[in-house]
């Protein structure tokens, strides 16, 4: 017996938003639809997004799925989900929010919040008129399961974003080494060589040698000197941070750097909001924590007069 969450129980036992979404011919409003999965594997998801095309906006979402209690639950949260969000808004929807949504599911499950998390993508996708096999930075890659048809990329990904470290995770995520087990040893080399490339530094748009954590998935700069600190919280304020500000009538100017604090002026719309606090946490601090190191604060100083 699996040891399902409330949550994943209340939506298996009454499912919300199952079935289909009809083309009705509707003025400004488009119907995609996205399928992953097989019945022959066991597991099958068809999701259904009704879209307003001028706000790319989800207005409503359906599913259809051939599964188990997890499917149906993951199925069902996903949708709930994405509701009222844009298709970039829900882009960024992982099989792990998914996951957190349902209060967790048992770990030889999770491949149905992965489903959720492809079907997703995969009516954007066919919304956008983008071939799905061509929406990843590289090509589909090699298969290395033909018991479910699984590639390597998508191992890769599943690996990554979920931060697997053995072939037994990579079966229960994306079933991948779960038929006949030919594959596993590949699936234990491709691990290994994740992780590596995770541990090797690499260069950083910015030109700096980072680290990626593979336990989180977070890159750290390597060797920056203060002065190189300094000059990188610049450019990033200047491309990243100071043109989304400037569009909303603010700005912001960097008045010093003591140590890993940052002190910024805040300026025009910025200075005088009341939500300038939550400017500076989202907007700046997080980015540059992001993009420098996780451990820089972002506080505002009064400009002088
Ligand atoms: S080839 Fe992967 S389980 Fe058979």
Known sequence: MWDYTDKVLE????????????????????????????????????????????????????????????AIASSSALTEMIKGLTLDEALNVSNKDIAEYLGGLPEAKMHCSVMG?????????????????????????????????????????????NNLTDAEQVTNYVKAGGGCGSCLANIDDIIKEVQQEAATPAINNYGVKVATDIATGKQSQLGLTNVQKIALIQKVLDEEVRPVLIADGGDVELYDVDGDRVKVLLQGACGSCSSSTATLKIAIEARLQDRVSKNLIVEAVEPLL
């Open 11 to 70: 939506l298996f036992y009454n499912p919300k938003n199952q079935g289909v979404i009809e083309e009705a011919e509707e003025t400004g409003v488009k119907v995609a639809t996205g399928e992953v999965g097989s019945i022959a594997c066991g597991d099958a998801l068809r999701l259904h997004l009704k879209v307003e095309v001028a706000s790319d906006k989800i207005l409503d979402a359906r599913f259809q799925t051939f599964g188990c209690t997890s």
């Open 117 to 161: 998390q492809e079907a997703l993508e995969a009516a954007i996708y066919n919304y956008r008129g983008i071939p799905l096999a061509a929406h990843d930075d590289d090509d589909e890659g090699a298969l290395i399961c033909s018991c479910f048809g699984i590639s390597e990329s998508r191992i890769r990904r599943v690996i990554l974003e």
